[in-house]
């Protein structure tokens, strides 16, 4: 059994995992169809014609759990004057050189940037894949957009999400055991995120 403090609960982990798993599922499939060499992830999936079917529906679970989420956490994530000093100094952040660094809240500003990213990543997704997925209905010069817009997000998605995912297990230990178990020590809160501890969980 778990003990500790409360980090995220089960809808912000319910949220959480059903976006990167969507997310996941469509970079993989949309990997497979955007390079030849690439091309074998399509048999992971069920072959080719699985894949075409699959993925836009992929991308638009991802993009429906993700407004869920830009719901829940949206007002929590706006930057303000000690976000944009600490985003100053990320780089000491990154070296696990914490001295001088502004106190993180519950979200730390790399973690609100990321959010904010991948949002933008996400609409952008959502808009080309939409005129991707039916291009008998679209003018030409949308088509045009989006084929190459779509990629390119697509390539900003997939290397925020591997930045998340190198932060939350290699350099931040804990944080990915917080969003499985949802609870976190008073210990971490108070070496990660001080300010939150001091606001609301003292």
């Not at 778990?2 to 912000?12: K, P, V």
């Not at 809240?105 to 790399?110: D, L, T, Y």
């Not at 230990?173 to 008073?186: D, K, L, N, Y």
């Amino acid at each position: 059994m778990t003990t500790g403090l409360a980090r995220y609960d089960f809808a912000e982990r319910a949220i959480h995992w059903l976006s990167a798993l969507s997310f996941l599922y469509a970079a993989f499939t949309g990997l497979a169809m955007w390079s030849h060499k690439l091309y074998w992830l399509a048999g992971v999936f069920g072959g080719g014609n699985a894949t075409r079917f699959a993925h836009p529906w992929a991308g638009l679970i991802f993009a429906l759990v993700l407004g869920f989420m830009f719901r829940r956490w949206a007002g929590q994530m706006r930057l303000d004057r000690e976000d944009r000093v600490w985003l100053r100094k990320s780089h000491q952040y990154a070296m696990n050189q914490d001295e001088g660094m502004p106190e993180a809240g519950r979200f730390n500003a790399g973690q609100k940037m990321l959010f904010w990213l991948q949002s933008v990543a996400a609409v952008a997704l959502l808009a080309t894949g939409v005129v991707l997925w039916f291009p008998e209905w679209m003018p030409r010069f949308l088509r045009l957009v989006a084929i190459s817009l779509h990629p390119l997000a697509a390539v900003l998605a997939i290397a925020l999400i591997i930045l998340h995912i190198y932060m939350g297990t290699a350099v931040i230990p804990g944080a990915f055991r917080a969003m499985i178990h949802g609870r976190v020590t008073s210990g971490w809160v108070k070496a990660h995120h001080p300010k939150w501890f001091r606001l609301t969980l003292r």
